[in-house]
Structures are given as C-alpha cells and as structure tokens.
T-cell receptor, first 112, second 115 residues
C-alpha cells in the first residue's frame, strides 16, 4: 500500500550512460514532481506535471527529460550522465497544485 | 521573492527536554508553510502544515508550530524529545506561480537527541 514509490532505490552507473528512474503514486493525485537533493542535503524542484502536462520546468539541463504516461506515473530519463548528476532524486505528488506533497523514498544515483 | 531561512544547521538536545527548531520566512503574500522530516536514508515525511487557518498547528509525533506573521516565523517545537526524533527537519514555503505552485525548502536542521 505504498503511496509514492520509486525504482530503483539505488543506481550506480558510469559517465555517459543513459538511465531512467520510475515513479508511481497510488493516491489519486493529479500533480507529480521531481526533486534533486545534493550532497549538502539541499532540495530543489526540477519538474512538475499536472494531469500529464508539464507545468514547472526549472533550469535543468536538457539531458533530463521527464515523461508522464498517465496521472499516476512520472518517469525521469537522464541522457549522457555526468559526475555532477550524482544525488538523491525524490518523486512527490499532491492533490491539486500547491497542496502538501507526499514524497517517495528517493533514488540514490551515483555516477562514476 | 519567497524563501525560508532555518536559523540553526544543527540542534542537540537531551532526551526528555524541549525541542525548538527555528524558521523564518519571506513572502510577499500570505504563505503556506510546512515542516518535513527526513530520517537517515529515508524519504521526506510531512510533519505539519499551515495554510492560513489556525496559527498554532499540531502535527504528528507531538510536534507543533506557530505561525507568527509579525515575526515572519514558523518555529517547530516539541515539549519532550525522544530518541526517535533524531533526523533532519526542513521548513518549506509554497511559491505561487502562474502555472502552479512549488515548494521551496530551507537548508535543513539536523536534530541530535542525546540519551
């Protein structure tokens, strides 16, 4: 009965590879988000989707491409991975924009 | 611009003593404010929220926070710390934008609870 789930939990890969992180929520929410938490634990929003439509796109390299096949899923694809992409990525969801957000357990990405 | 400042990067208390984690916000309109907690290697859990209703907000695990507009503060308190409260706590403000709202996180306060 996990509310917001992410896969994989850990991802170790080499520079230049392409990888995807998947997120699913079973809360019936209409808005989903991706956040990046760097090594200093600073959390920053990357993207937000409402009803499969992109509504927030922060200054993120084009190598990052979110995809929302339906309201319950928001996947994050990263091309040409770089060392600086190493971080913990959190998916979140909310009912309507601006309501409190519920977070997934995070995906720890390590680029070597 | 909307932002939050967590005044202490680390707070250390003894078990059974009160907890105070300080947060000041900056907002050009009446804000929505939250406190989230992150235990080591875990995701973020919502502790409590303020959305322009009662200024004293009660959350889970005995935590509460008071919204003080005159002081632009939203400090998190708990009367008696428990070992399980040891975690990192984030104060969060909502920014309203044309196409949606987004959360802006403070830098976090690590709470250490000594036995």
């Amino acid at each position: 009965d996990t509310a917001v789930s992410q896969t994989p939990k850990y991802l170790v890969t080499q520079m230049g590879n392409d990888k995807s992180i998947k997120c699913e929520q079973n809360l019936g929410h209409d808005t989903m988000y991706w956040y990046k938490q760097d090594s200093k634990k600073f959390l920053k929003i990357m993207f937000s989707y409402n009803n499969k439509e992109l509504i927030i796109n922060e200054t993120v390299p084009n190598r990052f491409s979110p995809k929302s096949p339906d309201k319950a899923h928001l996947n994050l694809h990263i091309n040409s991975l770089e060392l600086g992409d190493s971080a913990v990525y959190f998916c979140a969801s909310s009912q309507h924009r601006g309501y409190e957000q519920y977070f997934g357990p995070g995906t720890r990405l390590t680029v070597t | 611009a909307q932002s939050v400042t967590q005044l202490d990067s680390h707070v250390s208390v003894s078990e059974g003593t009160p907890v105070l984690l300080r947060c000041n916000y900056s907002s050009s309109y009446s804000p929505s404010l939250f406190w989230y907690v992150q235990h080591p290697n875990k995701g973020l859990q919502l502790l409590l929220k303020y959305t322009s209703a009662a200024t004293l907000v009660k959350g889970i695990n005995g935590f509460e926070a008071e919204f003080k507009k005159s002081e632009t503060s939203f400090h998190l308190t708990k009367p008696s710390a428990h070992m399980s409260d040891a975690a990192e706590y984030f104060c969060v403000v909502t920014i309203r934008e044309e196409y949606g709202n987004k959360l802006v996180f403070g830098a976090g306060t690590i709470l250490r609870v000594k036995s």
